[in-house]
């Protein structure tokens, strides 16, 4: 029967393949029988070798993996609107591959026996059946080109599991993104007129068509070579300095044939047509940069490919790749103190570009001043994997009668931003640390005024706000503010002294990491019973003592843990060799914690330590011996015994 | 409740006993057949105001099967202008129609002895038992979970943060990017609450090693 939600699922399935094939009331039926099933990150839809269900099944969010245990490597990944587990259906064999949520995911099943008929009667929908048997893939097309990359064909699934384990490169099988607005001109526009719009486009080339039909094509290269040079005056025409004709492609083209055309003609534009031919309406422009940006594990090509978004969910595919660069970073043992750097500067790009995007929403600029903070592990740029938003926003001070229509303005960015983040990866804070919580969303004064309460009069929930605030770091807007409170933090500090001893205090209260006998100490109860801890254990002990010395030192403009131990062990050689094996810890363990995060697809903070080597448990318990070490030394230092909070 | 029931309860909530008084409850969640629902009312008020649609879906194992929705309209002599604004339900526009009688019967053959599941439940229970009431029909004795009340539970106890005392839908399809598309038709709701109640699942499940219905009934 006809519904509301059953018209959603229609909704829906229209604008994938093969259901875009289908007339809209074919798959308004189809979607009354659709059953709606949710999968928790990790649970398994079907094994490998299992019978197959009397359904397929099409990502309506989250995403699945596809994998052969055997294997254990990911071979394909379904996003919304992916198709998966139909070939078994119509081959009538068992499950050849083991598919699991790689997040929590909500799928369309659609039963066979409804589908069959539409697959048998719709020519398009077979062909799209039939591709994808050729094809291991979710979608067909990427069968085209595989072959002419590896001299191999993608017939059966034997084939493809040995060229991807000889390569696994498989995003290359990926069919290109390529840009869908073109910029073009008629052959009487000046170069100067070309040079603007591409200018204000914000693209590398133009493409100069008559009658709709591509006649030629002028890049950034032709402006540089001929018009600055003097060759061509500024008021030439397009006929004579485009590149005529253009070469042309068709649109179901991949990342490699793309590269190959690139490096046969040595251009970096391809005009994709409807047919492939220069006869037909150009539908696309692909340049060499999209080709980058698809192979992309080069930071720099994917802070470019950032800046170029125009909407926030384009940023996620970016965010997947940041992380596939993160893993190949530990593959390789890149230093962490690098990786880091680089991975948090990425991290730190997809923010702005958010909070951009999310500017451009707002139907005003700014009225002030602002800074937007990022809080705890991010602020301390020790943020790897996908966490929780830990966020704060400064704006500057206005009149009293303007107050409430500042805040207001700022508090809407916020939940814009928040919700921005969200969607591309950034959970929410379930603590609600989060700028579009009026808590945290204050002016300059006001803020001075809450962290002067926490310094004044401390109590343990007033060190636990400072310990997330006082490592903030500014994420976008206006330095200026983010200094001032800075400087006022650490003015207050010093009229307040006893403050140092409540934030030892707190500071030493991170639970043991070993118990009498140096066994590890693992979680007694809740989802993670027997997992051990390794943020509040390890990480955590370390990155609290390092910000109250580094505080009682007044150095501010450090909130990286490991530089922090590294500009203490310059300011007191006394401990030297402490301080130094405290920063080597650190690494170690947030490289430990990013690594089994990856493992893992989650925060990397609870370890199985069933799942350990031996070496790798010695190497944790090292580092224990130096957090207890520290903690002697700042408990001696600043006596907290002195006191009871 | 007799000395032993007393004597069970005070066991249980002093933690020393795990086992439900209702045997009802001794299931696990997979098992367990929820229906979700929503009514579409004219109104607030219990006594005055009449029910215009039930919308409600069955959540077996983590599936809803499009095949078994319940999406019906009631005639309504009782009708109210101001709440056709909220809810788009205009008489002539739904073509099928029943009677109140019609549907509720409809309904209870739909709910079995589901556990019933919605989002401020006792608003929708008492619409329903007061139509059944009028109706010279009994009222209902399903089981019934509440997502604002599951939700609360959910987040973090601290004296840091302050709560709300009241979630609306909204601040759930929110909280867990849930689609407001189809907000105020009786089953979209109804599947919003759903889609939430899984989520709120898979949160508390944490809690507990396996997750029994009675833990949602604490």
Known sequence: ?645 | MSLKEKFIQSLQILGILEVPIDERLNCSIESTRFVILDTETTGFNYTDDRILCIGAIVLENGVIDLQNVFEHYIDQEHFDKSSVQIHGIIRSDVLDHKSEIEVLQLFIDYLGDSVIVAHHTKFDVTMINNALERNGLPKLTNKCLDTAVLYKRTLIKSNLLQHKDHYTLDDLADKFDISKKDRHTAVGDAYITAIAFLKILKKLKGKHEKMMLYHLFR
């Open chain 1, 1 to 645: 029967m006809k519904n509301t939600i059953s018209q959603r699922v229609a909704d829906f399935l229209k604008n994938f393949p093969p259901f875009n094939f289908l007339e809209q009331a074919e798959i308004e039926i189809l979607a009354e029988k659709v059953s709606i099933i949710y999968k928790e990150k990790g649970a398994v839809i079907f094994e490998e070798n299992e019978e197959t269900h009397d359904s397929f099944y099409v990502v309506h969010k989250g995403a699945i993996e596809l994998r052969k245990k055997s294997k254990n490597n990911i071979l394909d990944m379904c996003d919304e609107g992916d198709i998966f587990g139909l070939r078994p259906l119509i081959a009538l064999e068992n499950y050849k591959m083991e598919a699991t949520a790689h997040e929590e995911s909500i799928l369309y099943a659609i039963p066979i026996t409804i589908f069959k008929p539409y697959a048998i009667k719709n020519a398009n929908v077979g062909n799209f059946v039939i591709d994808s048997f050729a094809s291991n893939t979710h979608n067909p097309y990427s069968k085209s080109h595989s072959g002419k990359l590896y001299g191999n064909t993608f017939d059966d699934e034997n084939n493809a599991d040995e060229i991807i384990d000889n390569d696994n490169k498989i995003l290359d099988l990926q069919p290109i993104k390529y840009s869908k607005k073109i910029i073009t001109c008629s052959r009487a526009a000046t170069a100067k007129e070309i040079a603007k719009i591409m200018t204000k486009k914000n693209v590398g080339a133009m493409l100069v068509v008559e009658d709709m039909l591509p006649i030629g094509i002028i890049t950034d290269k032709d402006l540089r070579n001929k018009i600055v040079t003097g060759d061509y005056s500024i008021n030439t025409t397009a006929d004579v300095i485009m590149n005529s004709p253009v070469i042309t492609y068709s649109k179901k083209m991949t990342i490699t044939q793309a590269q190959m055309a690139m490096m046969k003609s040595n251009i970096s534009h391809l005009c994709l047509t409807k047919d492939g031919t220069a006869n037909t309406k150009a539908v696309g422009i692909l340049s060499k940069h999209d080709v980058m940006v698809a192979l992309g594990n080069n930071p720099a090509v994917l802070i470019k490919a950032l800046k170029r978004v125009k909407k926030v969910k384009a940023i996620k595919p970016i965010r997947a790749k940041i992380m596939q660069l993160l893993q190949g970073y530990l593959n390789q043992n890149i230093p962490i103190t690098l990786t880091s750097k680089i991975i948090t500067e990425l991290n730190d790009a997809c923010i702005q570009r958010v909070i951009e995007l999310s500017l451009a929403k707002m139907s005003t600029p700014p009225p002030v001043r602002f800074s937007w903070l990022a809080l705890g592990s991010q602020g301390r740029s020790e943020q790897l994997l996908h966490t929780d938003q830990d966020n704060a926003l400064i704006y500057e001070d206005v009149p009293e009668e303007k107050e409430e229509k500042t805040r207001k303005y700022f508090l809407e960015l916020a939940a814009i931003v928040n919700k921005g983040l969200f969607e591309i990866g950034y959970e929410y804070c379930p603590a609600e640390m989060m700028a579009s919580n009026p808590k945290w969303c204050l002016s300059l004064n006001q803020w001075k005024q809450t962290v002067h309460d926490w310094i004044s009069k401390p109590g343990k929930d007033e060190v636990l706000l400072s310990f997330i605030f006082f490592d903030y770091s500014l994420s976008y807007g206006d330095q200026e503010l983010a200094n001032e409170l800075a400087d006022y933090i650490f003015g207050d500090i010093e009229s307040n002294p006893i403050f140092y001893v409540h934030l030892v205090s707190g500071a030493l209260q991170s639970p043991s990491p070993t118990g009498f006998f140096r066994q590890f100490l693992v979680e007694q109860d809740g989802a993670h019973k027997d997992f051990f801890d390794v943020k509040r254990r390890a990480l955590m002990p370390l990155a609290d003592a390092a910000r109250v010395l580094i505080l009682s030192h007044r150095i501010k403009g450090i909130s990286n843990t490991p530089e922090r131990f590294e500009k203490l062990a310059e300011l007191e050689p006394q401990n030297k060799e402490l301080y130094l094996s405290c920063a080597y810890s650190y690494k170690a363990l947030l490289k430990f914690r990013t690594k089994q995060g990856l493992l893992h697809h989650d925060s990397g903070q609870f370890i199985e330590l069933e799942a350990l080597t031996k070496l790798e448990k010695v190497k944790l318990k090292a580092t224990f011996k130096t957090i207890k070490e520290l903690q002697e030394v700042i408990s001696m230092r600043f006596n907290p015994g002195k006191i009871n909070i």
